[in-house]
């Protein structure tokens, strides 16, 4: 757990000293706005709600990897496991001040389950009462994108997906991170 | 075309009053993407144009050095292309150093001969007149930066450089990526940065 340790200690330290903060309830306030008016455009159509998000998400994962380079100053990680400490301690603590518990891997190191004891996003949020928001909308959906988005362009392909949420009545606010490959942009391998 | 007037004026002053060298040892600044364009290309000017401070009668080039020749957008734009061929092709030419196949975890039967870190091209190149210092983010995009060879702490001045790309270009939302940079905001935050020393 040496990486985990370190990842910690990076990520307070840049957290402290590195990040202008803003105001947790004007972020929460935007992102629900955002959610609320994708509801109406999409005539509460849950599943292109989530989509949505998740190409926001996607598009602003993309960017924020850049931020999250220069603020951290961290090398490449050895190993997905490294990886999945990295997003916790430093990538959710410098941008939201949260570090979801990273827990359920797969025997293979390839998948894991980010457990979010708090979520910035969602404070205040009670989805719609129309008896299917409950089962079809993934309120913080956009994390989901971002991740994608970020480690994309560290060369990771993943899958993330949210399978429980606080805001739907489960215990716990889960998602589930899947490495699908490590994208090679190099040569290909030596043909001698 | 690359040379702005306004950042003279407040460097003219600088040197009056404390017998600076009038302009910051840093000559040029290009970024490539990752996929091998230019997307940005700033020079700085080494020597005020056209004021007494510069040795007169001598012609002024792309890095402000006596000799060099003005390189026109296109030029850049070859340079930059060929650079990035020339990168990855340095990058493929770090040694390997072989292993017990048992041994790594990765599966790989070789290993570079800091395993901890991977191959990473040129990083910088020197020569009498300028320095080259090169540093490629991990997600693949590369910084140029060209100083004088006395400079110390380049790495710095580069950390610098990329934090304020991720502000300044990365977050603004009507750069689109892998496109040139058109930022004033980017631009004088970047010159205060790279010329204020």
Redesign the interface.
Known sequence: MASGQKAARVGEEVWKTRVEKVNAELVTLTYGTIVAQLCTDYDYDYAQVNQQLDKMGYNIG??????F???S?I??C??FRDTAEMISKVGFKIFLNVTPTVTNWTADNKQFSLLFDENPLADFVELPDDGRAQDELWFSNILCGVLRGALE??QMSIEARFVSDVLRGNDVTEMRVTLLRYIE???PPDDD | MLTKCFRSLPFDNLSGLRGLSVLGPVFALLIIS?AGSLIFHRTFPTSTPGAAAGPPGQTVGTLGLPGTSTLTTNDYLVLAGTFHGVH?IT??LTPKIPVAPSAG?SGRSWTYPDP???ASGIESMESSFFRLTVFQ?????KFLLFTDPSMPNTDVLM?GV??R???FV??NPFWQ?EMPIRIDAWERSMNQWLTRR
Do not use: H, Q, W
Not at chain 2, 137 to 141: A, E, V
């Open positions: 993309m960017r924020l990897i850049e931020d380079l220069a603020k100053n090398g490449r050895g190993n362009m560290v942009d190099e040569m | 990752k990855a990058r493929s975890s901890t870190v991977p983010t991990l997600s693949g995009t950390k990329y934090e790309y991720a502000d990365c977050k990526m």
